[in-house]
T-cell receptor, first 115, second 113 residues
Framework: AQKVTQAQTEISVVEKEDVTLDCVYE???????LFWYKQPPSGELVFLIR??????QNEISGRYSWNFQKSTSSFNFTITASQVVDSAVYFCALREGGATNKLIFGTGTLLAVQP | NAGVTQTPKFQVLKTGQSMTLQCAQDMNHEYMSWYRQDPGMGLRLIHY???????DQGEVPNGYNVSRSTTEDFPLRLLSAAPSQTSVYFCASRPQGRRYEQYFGPGTRLTVT
């Protein structure tokens, strides 16, 4: 069965610190997709990144970077030089390949960035 | 494009009442889904549809009905509201094709008393 674990329930950092949000997943499929979404205090869900199981390249987008490691079934998210605007709940999610629309979410990590 | 829209934004129901949460998208997406978000549990899939006339159950379908008569609309019906259905409900859509991400609506906050 597929499962996503975000063991960090809450993280608090001071502005300009780097922070890594962990995501560990379980799936039996060889083809799958991993996602990160951000949910700011306003409540909407904002898509951040998608990664498919065949692409293990790490990705950097500004202050955000993602580390995908199939060997450890992890897809971790790092924010460099955090800012107060990064305060949000961050969700990792998994979708297996095939004609399905089932997106399995982790329980989320609440990141609080203090000024 | 308006993207994914949901109405209402807030709703209070009494136990036993029924209602329909509306969801519409104007991006011609084939796939649509309903999720509920509860504290400490992330988002859980209620029902989904891979095209007009086709729906299927997700993780937590009990107490909810859906139908998909058009590509644009995917309403979620609560048949007899219970306090356990107090939650924030999100509708999402995406194009056909395995690599695409889901686009989420703004959510409906439902309280059942």
């Amino acid at each position: 069965a597929q499962k996503v674990t975000q063991a960090q329930t809450e993280i608090s950092v001071v502005e300009k610190e780097d922070v890594t949000l962990d995501c560990v997943y379980e799936t039996r499929d060889t083809t799958y997709y991993l996602f990160w979404y951000k949910q700011p205090p306003s409540g909407e869900l904002v898509f951040l990144i998608r990664r498919n199981s065949f692409d293990e390249q790490n990705e950097i987008s500004g202050r955000y970077s993602w580390n995908f490691q199939k060997s450890t079934s992890s897809f971790n998210f790092t924010i460099t030089a955090s800012q107060v605007v990064d305060s949000a709940v961050y969700f990792c999610a998994l979708r297996e390949g095939g004609a399905t629309n089932k997106l399995i979410f982790g329980t989320g990590t609440l990141l609080a960035v203090q000024p | 494009n308006a993207g994914v829209t949901q109405t209402p934004k807030f709703q209070v129901l009494k136990t036993g009442q029924s209602m329909t949460l509306q969801c519409a998208q104007d991006m011609n997406h084939e796939y649509m889904s309903w999720y509920r978000q509860d504290p400490g549990m992330g988002l859980r899939l209620i029902h989904y549809s891979v095209g007009a006339g086709i729906t299927d159950q997700g993780e937590v379908p009990n107490g909810y009905n859906v139908s998909r008569s058009t590509t644009e609309d995917f309403p979620l019906r609560l048949l007899s509201a219970a306090p356990s259905q107090t939650s924030v409900y999100f509708c999402a859509s995406r194009p056909q094709g395995r690599r695409y991400e889901q686009y989420f609506g703004p959510g409906t906050r439902l309280t059942v008393t």
